[in-house]
Nanobody
Framework: QVQLVESGGGAVHPGGSLRLSCAASGGHLQYWTTGWFRQAPGKEREWVSCITNNGATTEYANSMKGRFTISRDTDKNTVYLHMTSLKLEDAAVYSC???????????????????WGQGTQVTVSS
């Protein structure tokens, strides 16, 4: 059974940094496209970033470009989201998701991901 477990969330001030982790079990990230999404209270879920199954391509939502970096460690079967220059509007529950289809692109659509973690809370406050 595939499981994704996020960690690394917490409370930071604006301008701070966090590194989120998404540890996978029951499958291998090297065969999956993996994405990060976030959802703030009262708002719709928002795509953040993704990395293709071969690790060759990464994509970011416009507001995250230059501040967030997605990466992975296939030995640890873990995907990371390194977030810097955090803003108040980055506060949300961040969830990772995996697409096992083998597609050689990474999607910004939640419907394309079959497996989801429970999420980790990121709080940004002054």
């Amino acid at each position: 059974q595939v499981q994704l477990v996020e960690s690394g969330g917490g409370a930071v001030h604006p301008g701070g940094s966090l590194r989120l982790s998404c540890a996978a079990s029951g499958g291998h990230l090297q065969y999956w496209t993996t994405g990060w999404f976030r959802q703030a209270p009262g708002k719709e879920r928002e795509w953040v970033s993704c990395i293709t199954n071969n690790g060759a391509t990464t994509e970011y939502a416009n507001s995250m470009k230059g501040r967030f970096t997605i990466s992975r460690d296939t030995d640890k079967n873990t995907v990371y989201l390194h977030m810097t220059s955090l803003k108040l509007e980055d506060a949300a529950v961040y969830s990772c998701a995996a697409d096992p289809s083998g597609a050689y692109y990474c999607s910004s659509e939640a419907k394309d991901y079959d497996y989801w973690g429970q999420g980790t809370q990121v709080t940004v406050s002054s």
